[in-house]
């Protein structure tokens, strides 16, 4: 059965008003497919690096990697999954910006019956991303001081809680007193407003001079500087986004000059390649979003139909927390 979905297309690269709601024509599931109809969107700042074309991807596109819903349709071939699962998808397809698609069924998840939609699709991405960066990538020990740069976006938020479960002491970079209170209230030990204050200075300071073990960067090029004279002898920078642009022309010896430093630029998908990876970082997320050591805050909510101003709103430092489209 042929249906009609509402669906975020781009055709070329650029700012948020390249987004179009289009209407799409769904065929049914094919081989090894499913229907999924969305309940909720999850918003990432890799979608605006899909739409903006620093990551490059194959014009016309959908756009969105993560989204809660409930199977409908299931075509040959899917054993696994029944019209009327709740599942969850972070990718690596894209399209997630849709009322309904059609997707691999190995690139559905089971949502378990404790955690809502909402949750599923704001958390998922962001905590998947959490989990490898501080327990695989950097492998975080309790009492290392670590610096988290927008310590009140959405990773960012989920990176806080994660490392003060762990008992690293956590040091958070914001803008403003009202994203301060957010990354306080997630258990940030200490907060610099990188918008008043010297961002590295500030670290030494607070490490008696030291710096801190591992550097989490989301930002990029801004803030490229203040990693690098914020990190310990040896210490580690995973930079991990590019929120302002990316960090580019980097010289190694900056990395000797600065401590016999270690940098490392993950992505998710290599650390959740096999189905062994993906289950076991999956769970582990839902493992500490159910011992309440994580909470998700869904700072901000727009319909499907507001795609466009959803990226400028993140773009432009406007949201905290996580963000979620509505279809």
């Given at each position: 059965?042929?249906?009609?979905?509402?669906?975020?297309?781009?055709?070329?690269?650029?700012?948020?008003?390249?987004?179009?709601?289009?209407?799409?024509?769904?065929?049914?599931?094919?081989?090894?497919?499913?229907?999924?109809?969305?309940?909720?969107?999850?918003?990432?700042?890799?979608?605006?690096?899909?739409?903006?074309?620093?990551?490059?991807?194959?014009?016309?596109?959908?756009?969105?990697?993560?989204?809660?819903?409930?199977?409908?349709?299931?075509?040959?071939?899917?054993?696994?999954?029944?019209?009327?699962?709740?599942?969850?998808?972070?990718?690596?397809?894209?399209?997630?910006?849709?009322?309904?698609?059609?997707?691999a069924a190995d690139a559905l998840l089971p949502i378990p019956d404790d955690i809502s939609d909402e949750i599923a699709a704001a958390a998922l991405l962001k905590g998947c991303t959490t989990e490898f960066l501080v327990e695989r990538c950097a492998r975080?020990?309790?009492?290392?001081?670590?610096?988290?740069?927008?310590?009140?976006?959405g990773v960012g938020l989920i990176l806080v809680q994660w490392l003060k479960a762990i008992g690293a002491r956590v040091i958070g970079t914001v803008s403003t007193e009202a994203k301060a209170a957010l990354a306080r209230e997630a258990g940030a030990d200490e907060i610099i407003l990188y918008t008043q204050e010297d961002t590295a200075a500030r670290v030494r300071e607070l490490t008696g001079g030291a710096g801190v073990r591992v550097v989490f960067d989301g930002v990029g090029m801004d803030t490229w500087a203040a990693s690098l004279a914020a990190t310990a002898l040896r210490g580690m920078i995973v930079s991990y986004g590019n929120a302002s642009a990316p960090v580019s022309g980097v010289n190694l010896g900056e990395l000797a000059a600065h401590g016999s430093l270690f940098v490392t630029r993950p992505t998710l998908f290599d650390y959740y390649r096999t189905a062994e990876e993906r289950r076991a970082g999956v769970d582990r997320l839902?493992?500490?979003?159910?011992?309440?050591?994580?909470?998700?805050?869904i700072g901000q909510r727009y319909s499907l139909e507001q795609a466009a101003q959803a990226h400028r709103d993140l773009e432009s430092r406007q949201t905290s927390g996580s963000t979620l489209l509505l279809p």
């Open positions: 059965m042929t249906t009609i979905a509402r669906a975020a297309r781009i055709n070329r690269t650029g700012g948020p008003d390249v987004i179009d709601i289009v209407d799409a024509t769904l065929a049914p599931p094919g081989l090894g497919e499913v229907r999924m109809r969305h309940t909720a969107i999850g918003l990432n700042f890799i979608d605006t690096y899909h739409r903006s074309g620093v990551y490059p991807v194959e014009l016309p596109s959908g756009l969105g990697l993560e989204a809660a819903g409930v199977v409908e349709q299931v075509g040959d071939g899917v054993t696994f999954w029944r019209a009327g699962d709740r599942v969850a998808t972070f990718g690596p397809h894209r399209g997630a910006y849709a009322s309904a698609r059609n997707l975080v020990e309790a009492g290392w001081p670590v610096l988290v740069h927008a310590a009140a976006g839902w493992q500490m979003l159910r011992s309440g050591q994580v909470q998700v805050t």
